[in-house]
């Protein structure tokens, strides 16, 4: 059972920073490719930045492009969301997602990641 776990939330005033990780278990990283996605309260869950290692590919949400950077450790089969200058309107809980059978079409569909963390909650306050 493929299990994927978040940590790093917290609350931080705007301009500040935190660091998103999601460690995994029976999950290898190097065969696969991973994203970040985000729901704020009454708002749909949209994909933040993406990440497959094998070809080097990583990918951002417009509005986070140039502040968070996602990045892989594929010994330990983590993912990381480094996200700097934080705004209050990236409140919301952060989920990783996993996907066995990768390709870079379509990353921002949650409907074909095979696996979900718990969440991590991450507040900016203004």
């Known amino acids: 059972q493929v299990q994927l776990v978040e940590s790093g939330g917290g609350s931080v005033q705007a301009g500040g920073s935190l660091r998103l990780s999601c460690t995994t278990s029976r999950y290898t990283l190097s065969a696969g490719c991973m994203a970040w996605f985000r729901q704020a309260p009454g708002k749909e869950r949209e994909a933040v930045a993406y990440?497959?290692?094998?070809?080097?590919?990583?990918y951002y949400l417009d509005s986070v492009e140039g502040r968070f950077t996602i990045s892989g450790d594929t010994v330990k089969n983590t993912v990381h969301l480094q996200m700097n200058g934080l705004k209050p309107e990236d409140t919301a809980m952060y989920y990783c997602?996993?996907?066995?059978?990768?390709?870079?079409?379509?990353?921002?569909?949650?409907?074909?990641?095979?696996?979900w963390g718990q969440g991590a909650q991450v507040t900016v306050s203004s």
């Open positions: 997602a996993a996907r066995v059978a990768c390709s870079t079409s379509y990353w921002r569909n949650q409907n074909i990641y095979n696996y």
């Open positions: 990440i497959y290692p094998m070809p080097g590919i990583t």
